[in-house]
């Protein structure tokens, strides 16, 4: 029988815990709505007097964008995704997310599955290269959300097993290089320079963690994969701070410098995001496709990975082999 066949595992559901995007709908958190952007970034920066002038910045570059942003839709998609490709496989795990600074929020996310009667869940962190903002800050909000439902949530346990360089990821990253340079002659690809970006962090975190070495190391996988000798890594989206604080050399800055070496075109490559959403639509595509434009460089930035297979046949491989009493 079918059901004989399927896969039996300690786990009963995955969760993919990421930072989260505004999406339609007021949250009620002020009288007078000040728009979903504000409060989304009200909630990532805090509510200090401080940050006011940073929520009004970044609040304006998603409205850009009509004011909302498309990760709470491809991690969606992800999610729905994998779902699939573990049932194909035999594994009957519904996939939820959980977000971190919009709804659905980890906390909402953990209380739906209990209600669901799902008692013991595995988790996967979207994101590639780990810091304190990343990695070790999903999983506290995870522990935090447990201990404010009691025994309304279930049990939750993270895949550890980094996945920077994973052949999956590189894969995926390398075929959305691949799908964007397409109308690229030989020559012309070869000639064009290859940046890889991330989100900057404050130098004083990435000392402590492994997110320098981490995202270098899938900036050189990915070109090694597709024979790309020479290359560059900027880092973007980082505060208007004294230089030297946060990590350098900004994204715009390695592109002014390629034009300056000779490159006529410039493959932007943002390797530490998994989907799309607004500090890659904003930060990439309008201010380093200006900065591009200015330098009189062809302008291609490839896609994150997203729902890739590559990338979601490495996310299947992650979760089976844990269920199945592995170490991920």
Not at 83 to 100: D, H, K, N, Q, T
Not at 280 to 299: I, Q
């Amino acid at each position: 029988m079918e059901s004989e066949q399927r896969m039996s595992s300690e786990f009963d559901s995955v969760l993919m815990v990421g930072f989260g995007g505004p999406t339609r709908g007021c949250c009620r958190k002020f009288d007078d709505c000040p728009g979903e952007a504000f409060c989304f970034v009200h909630n990532v920066v805090g509510g200090r007097a401080s940050s006011a002038d940073r929520i009004r910045e970044v609040s304006a570059h998603y409205e850009h964008f009509g004011g909302v942003s498309p990760f709470s839709f491809f991690s969606q998609k992800q999610a729905g995704a994998l779902e699939m490709v573990l049932e194909s496989g035999g594994i009957e795990a519904p996939v939820y997310v959980g977000y971190r600074f919009w709804t659905p929020f980890v906390k909402e996310s953990l209380a739906e599955m209990h209600r669901r009667g799902l008692r013991r869940t595995l988790a996967i962190v979207l994101a590639p290269h780990r810091a304190k903002v990343s990695f070790e800050a999903y999983r506290s909000e995870v522990e935090s959300a447990r201990k404010e439902l009691g025994g309304e949530a279930p049990e939750v346990e993270f895949i550890e097993t980094p996945w920077f360089d994973h052949p999956g990821y590189v894969e995926a990253t390398a075929g959305r290089i691949r799908q964007v340079t397409g109308g690229m002659t030989e020559e012309q690809f070869r000639s064009a320079r290859l940046i890889f970006s991330a989100h900057a962090i404050p130098v004083s975190m990435a000392k402590v963690s492994p997110y320098e070495e981490q995202f270098a190391g899938t900036a050189a996988r990915v070109a090694e994969f597709l024979g790309k000798e020479k290359y560059g890594i900027g880092y973007q989206s980082s505060p208007d701070v004294p230089p030297g604080t946060w990590l350098e050399p900004d994204v715009l800055d390695v592109i002014e410098e390629a034009a300056g070496q000779g490159a006529k075109d410039v493959i932007l490559v943002p390797v530490g995001f998994i989907c799309d959403h607004v500090e890659v639509l904003f930060d990439l595509d309008v201010e380093a496709k200006e900065k591009a434009e200015e330098c009189g460089m062809g302008f291609f930035r490839a896609g994150t990975v997203g729902s890739h297979p590559s990338f979601i046949a490495m996310l299947h491989d992650l979760v089976s082999d844990r269920m199945a009493g592995g170490k991920s």
